[in-house]
């Protein structure tokens, strides 16, 4: 089993050297091509150069920091809002309609709202941050909570399994793979947001970083962002599926 | 005591059309003992079952658990469903523990089950038998009068319900409670039964009630004796009366 994982790590990290590689000579043979795109050697350098000397690791820190609240406000009301819903079933007839009608706006076209609301600080950042995350989360959470087979319905129906003691043992833990589901894509989501949030009004972040670079014609620097940005996403992503099989020992493959 | 009294129930099917599954149905099923439902499939069992448990509310009649009525699904008549109904997500222990707060109970009934080394697994660890095993343990835990059993051997092959046959009357015998076993398996019947009630359908009726001698009683391993085959032969043939 281990080594099929390893000579799978192996395939994936060639394919990366492969795609570095072709980048590289292309940007070495072709000096129009290298003048508007940097080449991996100089992105390298930048990058080893914006964290030893620049001020990089504030800009990734901020990012994170934004990420870190809004995802964790999202969770703490999405998770428990769904669990609710689907054991006061009366309930979500009101709620869905606004869940529905708010779900298809997408997080960006919130930032002109957030910061009228929030100014231009890091609540503008986790307000849209928890809109971008709160959705996928509180779809898949419900949408596990709410299909909870009826033989466990009736299971509980008998041994009289009601009440907090339903919601947390048995809605809850069945659940959790849904609620995962959701957490990984809302965590893309989350991340997505950020920066688009920092793109648009922010004084650090990544984001930020991005547009101040852009602005200042310096692409070796946008590309580094770029980079930062999907390395740090695929390790958050990561991160989500460590976390899933270390919390839901019953299931033994994940996706 | 479990009664049922002039139970009616009736759904219209697909075509608008009225079908009347039970007509003024009447059951005694006595205290402390083993009573299988027996009948061929689709003569409404599983419905009576559900009847009895209370998650199918009959369109009149009522539903007398010792004298008290019993409409809603509860902790004093538990079901033991023929499919997995195991929580998935806790292990063997914490599939009791949520039906009982006696750990030496628990304890008890893990060792009667062969259970005990496995307490810290999860169900998806163990055997088809063993989780055939906690399912049943985990209704004869609760303090339920009442276990209804829908047919709990249904996917269990040859050795392993045989095994677990002899498991089942080891706890039955020790907790005396009132069991309800719906089968269509005439053996199984008669080693655990100590009434058989055999249904016919559309609407269920009661074909025949027959009381297990005692010398019947429990003797699944020597099936060949002349009283044994006679009851046998004779259960068959009302069965297969009921469904002509």
């Known amino acids: 089993m281990s080594n099929i994982l390893k000579n799978k790590i192996i395939k994936q990290l060639l394919v990366v050297l492969f795609f570095l590689f072709t980048w590289q000579i292309i940007s070495t043979l072709n000096q129009k091509f290298n003048s508007f ?43 428990p809002l769904a669990l609710l819903l689907t054991y006061y079933k009366n309930l979500s007839i009101y709620v869905e309609p606004i869940i529905e009608l708010l779900r298809p706006i997408p997080p960006i076209a919130w930032i002109p709202i957030a910061i009228l609301f929030f100014g231009l600080g890091d609540n503008s950042a986790y307000f849209v941050v928890f809109i971008g995350s709160f959705f996928p989360i509180f779809i898949n959470s419900y949408h596990g909570a709410s299909s909870l087979p009826i033989i466990y319905q009736n299971v509980c129906k008998s041994f009289e399994i009601k009440g907090f003691v339903y919601i947390q043992k048995i809605i809850f833990y069945y659940s959790l793979p849904f609620i995962f589901t959701g957490a990984k894509i809302g965590l893309g989501m989350a991340w997505m947001s950020v920066i ?49 099989k270390l919390i839901i020992p019953w299931e033994n493959d994940s996706t | ?22 007509k003024d149905f009447n059951l005694e099923i006595k205290e402390h003992l083993v009573t299988s439902i027996i009948g ?4 409404g069992k599983t419905t009576l079952m559900n009847i009895i448990a209370g998650y199918i509310k009959p369109n009149s009649g009522t539903v007398l658990l010792n004298g008290k009525l019993a409409n809603v699904p509860g902790k004093n008549r538990v079901v033991i469903n023929q499919e997995n109904d195991l929580f998935e997500w806790m292990t063997v222990l914490e599939n009791l523990q949520i039906v009982s707060n006696d750990s030496n109970k628990i304890k ?16 998806k660890e163990l055997s088809g038998g063993m989780r055939k095993r906690l399912s049943i343990i985990r209704g004869f835990v609760s ?5 209804l059993m829908d047919e709990p051997f249904g996917s269990l092959d040859m050795v392993t ?65 002349a009283d044994f085959l006679e009851l046998r032969n004779s259960l068959k043939s009302a069965i297969f009366r009921s469904s002509d």
């Not at chain 1, 620097?221 to 899933?244: E, K, P, Q, T």
């Not at chain 2, 061929?40 to 003569?43: A, E, I, L, P, Q």
């Open chain 1, 37 to 79: 795109v940097s080449s991996p050697t100089e992105v390298a350098i930048t990058i080893f150069d914006g964290f030893t000397k620049g001020s990089l690791i504030i800009d990734v820190l901020a990012s994170l920091k934004r990420v870190t609240v809004g995802f964790s406000i999202a969770c703490l009301v999405a998770i």
């Open chain 1, 196 to 244: 688009a949030a920092e793109l648009m009004g922010a004084q650090e972040g990544l984001g930020y970083f991005i547009q101040m670079n852009r602005l200042l014609l310096r692409t070796d620097n946008v590309i580094a962002g770029m980079l930062l940005i999907g390395v740090i996403g695929l390790f958050l992503n990561h991160l989500i599926v460590w976390i899933r």
């Open chain 2, 1 to 22: 005591m479990i009664q049922l009294k002039d139970i009616n129930l009736s759904f219209s099917n697909k075509n608008n059309h009225k079908e009347v599954v039970f």
């Open chain 2, 40 to 43: 061929s499939s689709g003569v």
């Open chain 2, 108 to 123: 008890e009934f893990l060792k009667m089950a062969k259970l005990s080394a496995y307490s810290g697994d999860y169900p």
């Open chain 2, 143 to 147: 303090d339920a009068e009442c276990i």
């Open chain 2, 161 to 225: 319900k045989q095994n677990l046959l002899e498991q089942l009357l080891t706890i039955i015998k020790a907790t005396n409670k009132t069991i309800i076993l719906i089968t269509h398996d005439i053996d199984e019947s008669i080693y655990l039964s100590d009434e058989i009630v055999i249904l016919a359908d559309r609407p269920t009726k009661i074909v025949k009630r027959y009381e297990i001698p005692t010398e019947l009683h429990h003797h699944i391993k020597t099936p060949d004796t």
